[in-house]
């Protein structure tokens, strides 16, 4: 029998770790994909101390939606790197229909005056990350730039502030070591990588990104969620940006700026849009996927592999899955596909904070309740 010191530094010690709850000890108790979801937005609000967090679990026959604080499936969250998946079958139909040949080289395209190097990378290499070109704008320790792009959010511009233009960006690829990287051509995930693609592709058809994905996917699909600007009848739905683990400082919770990344990346990470579009677009994107599976087993990858636009991970059940977070100021995300059931876990946060890991604790939930390893299917 507790005395009564005891009982009160037991009552002390439940209170301070009421929050400490992880989406592991929520997900124990769930039984479905609905439950699942909605342990999983709960931890990120009640415990994770988000304001708004949506889910979506889309399997073959059905999508479930959770949501938690002032957020639906058609609040609008920044999802960062989610928005190359938007444009990664659009770009392959552009080529498909010879819109665009994404195995000729960036200059044959470009209007950007390209150092030489770039005759030799085509649009493929730079949609598949084979390009060479560092993942961010800093392919080496440089004390000015990098000090900047930290400090960054203290000073009102992002982190990406160096590419707010072409022009900003023309200068980047004529340093020594970029050109150095172009020979090298490492397969290594690259923003910038992906940002020169979206420009070439602009060049090639004549026309801004936005409208490019507005024609190809968002108007043909009805998406009524996904923009890089928001519309006026969409501002009413867009999640407050704020600070999670990031910016250092900035106490969670509070407001970041809600910056818009310029031309040259604009196509790396700036869409906004909801948990009811990635649901549309990423229950489509297993054609993608399929496609690459036949050309690579990536089923015998490590971990954190590069897989096209998405990085392999085993699960604990012994599962392989295929994923892409997403951060930018506002907003992170996660994408999770499991070719054995043909499922897509999608976790929006309208936080700034390093790529989550929990969405593998998700997928790992449901993966177990379906009886754990098995075959990829297609």
Avoid at 119 to 127: E, K
Avoid at 203 to 211: I, Q, R, S, T, Y
Avoid at 308 to 321: A, D, F, K, M
């Amino acid at each position: 029998m507790k005395t009564g010191w005891t009982a009160g530094l037991a009552c002390a010690l439940a209170l301070l770790f009421q929050g400490c709850a992880t989406v592991e000890d929520r997900l124990e108790a769930a039984r479905t994909p609905a439950e699942i979801a909605q342990a999983t937005a709960d931890f990120y609000v009640h415990d994770g101390g988000d304001e708004s967090c949506c889910v979506a679990v889309v399997e073959r026959d059905r999508t479930v939606f959770a949501h938690a604080g002032s957020a639906d499936e058609h609040a609008l969250f920044r999802v960062g790197s989610l928005s190359k998946l938007f444009l990664h079958p659009v770009l392959l139909d552009l080529h498909a229909s010879g819109r665009i040949n994404l195995d000729r080289p960036v200059t044959a395209y470009s209007k950007l005056g390209l150092p030489p190097e770039y005759g030799t990378v085509s649009l493929r290499d730079l949609l598949m990350n084979r390009s060479g070109l560092p993942r961010e704008f800093l392919l080496k320790f440089e004390p000015v730039a990098t000090t900047a792009a930290f400090a960054c959010g203290f000073a009102g511009t992002h982190i990406y502030a160096s590419f707010d233009s072409r022009e900003d960006f023309v200068r980047e690829t004529w340093k020594p070591w970029w050109r150095q990287a172009l020979r090298e051509r490492r397969e290594i995930y690259s923003n910038v990588g992906f940002g020169l693609l979206g420009m070439t592709v602009e060049d090639a058809l004549g026309k801004p990104v936005e409208d490019i994905l507005r024609e190809e996917l968002t108007a043909p699909l009805g998406l009524a969620d996904t923009a890089y600007e928001p519309r006026p009848d969409q501002t009413g739905r867009v999640t407050r940006a704020c600070a999670g683990h990031l910016p250092w400082l900035v106490r969670r919770g509070h407001d970041v700026p809600d910056h818009r990344l310029g031309d040259a990346l604009r196509a790396t990470g700036g869409l906004l849009t909801s948990a009811s579009d990635c649901a549309t677009v990423f229950a489509r994107y297993w054609g993608v996927i399929d496609a690459q599976r036949r050309v690579r087993n990536f089923e015998a990858f490590d971990d954190e592999a590069v897989f096209g636009l998405l990085r392999v991970r085993r699960l604990p059940s012994g599962r392989r899955i295929l994923y892409r977070s997403g951060m930018i100021y506002g907003g992170a995300s996660f994408v999770g596909f499991d070719p054995v059931d043909r499922r897509v876990v999608v976790i929006l946060r309208n936080v700034t904070s390093w790529p989550d890991r929990r969405g593998f604790a998700v997928m790992d939930a449901l993966a177990r309740r379906d009886g754990g390893t098995a075959t990829p299917t297609e």
